[in-house]
């Protein structure tokens, strides 16, 4: 089993930037897929970024050049730098893992964009 730790979470104004973090107890290396995903009160789970094995990367369009996703093989983190933040992304953000049939999940960390 691997275990995903969310951080970086926090309260923030409108225009401002968060970096979350989601470290990985094992090598993420043969993972696939590494997502963030959020969900707001009352809203279902949606996913935000995605960056593949090759580095691929992808956004939903809300965020798209505000958000940017990483991931650092050697140091089993991917990261979501979060510019320009809104009010709407107001959320828990999850960190996701995919290795072969297995999907791995992290606890969440809080994001409030608030004044």
């Known amino acids: 089993q691997v275990q995903l730790v969310e951080s970086g979470g926090g309260l923030v104004q409108p225009g401002g930037s968060l970096m979350l973090s989601c470290a990985a107890s094992?090598?993420?290396?043969?993972?696939?897929?590494m997502d963030w995903y959020r969900q707001a009160p009352g809203k279902e789970r949606e996913l935000v970024a995605r960056?593949?094995?090759?580095?691929?990367?992808s956004y939903v369009d809300s965020v798209k050049g505000r958000f940017t996703i990483s991931r650092d093989n050697a140091k089993n983190t991917v990261y979501l730098q979060m510019n320009s933040l809104k009010f709407e992304d107001t959320a828990v953000y999850y960190c996701?893992?995919?290795?072969?049939?297995?999907?791995?999940w992290g606890q969440g960390t809080q994001v409030t964009v608030s004044s």
């Open positions: 960056v593949t094995g090759g580095s691929l990367k």
């Open positions: 996701r893992g995919v290795r072969g049939r297995e999907v791995f």
């Open positions: 094992g090598s993420i290396s043969s993972f696939y897929v």
